[in-house]
DNA sequence: TCATTTCCCATGATACACCATTAGTTATCG
DNA sequence: CGATAACTAATGGTGTATCATGGGAAATGA
């Protein structure tokens, strides 16, 4: 399964638009049981994270594999009730159109600051879009951290750490 | 597996054309699970890495050896929400052409300060992707290293502890 | 009705597919 | 055995499809 790569920068315009960058809409196309060529894809964004500024779309067949993953834990307990609540109840359905473009609600817009640009990132199973400045502040964060005492070769050599003591969680 | 191995630099056109070493190309092919003979192969560049200025190339299935470590990463924890970014936001993927050429994006380009030349170094299972001269002196700078106090043989004696101690190298 | 949403068409820039050339290497054949 | 043909690799150039974006008409609905 391809995996979403990248970052790209594109405009929302007055009505809400914004396309969807074209190798992520390949990916969104392959991830719609549906979908054929010719056709659009659809997905889901979910803006439901409550620690981080951004809303996240997933392509139909992830989105599977997260409910998947959500109903295994026990039904009625308190942990996959406030999951299922926020997969649920706050994310959309939303419908790419013919020009590879979507319409982001006023009030989901709102939810990650983002006005008149926004940025998507590639997060492998599923992406991201932020308000530019905001993903870049999230991004120099991230740079600081990484410069603090060796820690990206530390974060690096825990890939052979694990590669030869843990399973996949 | 077959390897990534030498050197070879070759010319950046005006719109970002480089040309994968056919040797490389040989290595994509046999890690893309899609190629088939007459096909080109498609692979992924990551320019994540934060204190080396290149970019790094990963076959299709290198890549998921990679990706299939991270995931073996607690879920949410700061480590892996941390490689997830660098590998997926900070990567594209990348089709060959007829050619056996890709076109690297400037913006990618710039992070390797690349402009007319480009320098492909083998590095067993990636390979990486340098302005030349960056290159040379990142190359002057390990001989220095690799001089001082016998260091070359401390390294190489590395294999040998390694090669006694551990399951997996 | 008026505002908002949805659909359709237009456009400039860019990326990509396609064709051409050169040089070096290997293969073929008289 | 030497000459030439066939192939592959790297590189250059060109036309066309695709992408991101803007604007307006039709449809919707409060």
Not at 18 to 40: C, H, M, Q, Y
Not at 135 to 151: G, K, P, T
């Amino acid at each position: 399964m391809r995996r979403f790569r990248g970052e790209a920068e594109n405009k929302v315009d007055a009505k809400g638009r914004v396309s969807i960058p074209a190798p992520f809409r390949r990916v969104l196309e392959e991830g719609d049981p549906d979908w054929t060529a010719g056709l659009n894809p659809n997905f889901v964004i979910v803006y439901g994270r409550r620690n981080s500024k951004c809303l996240e779309g997933y392509s139909l067949s992830s989105m599977n594999d997260v409910d998947d993953l959500v109903s295994r834990l026990p039904r009625y307990s308190k942990e996959r009730e406030i999951l299922e609540r926020l997969l649920n109840s706050q994310s959309i359905y939303v419908q790419v159109d013919e020009n590879g473009r979507i319409v982001i609600p006023p009030r989901i817009r709102e939810r990650a600051q983002i006005t008149s640009k926004a940025m998507f990132v590639g997060m492998g199973d599923k992406f991201q879009i932020w308000e530019p400045d905001s993903y870049r502040h999230d991004m120099v964060a991230i740079d600081q951290r990484l410069s603090e005492n060796n820690f990206e070769d530390e974060i690096y050599s825990l890939l052979d750490y694990n590669e030869s003591n843990s399973e996949k969680i």
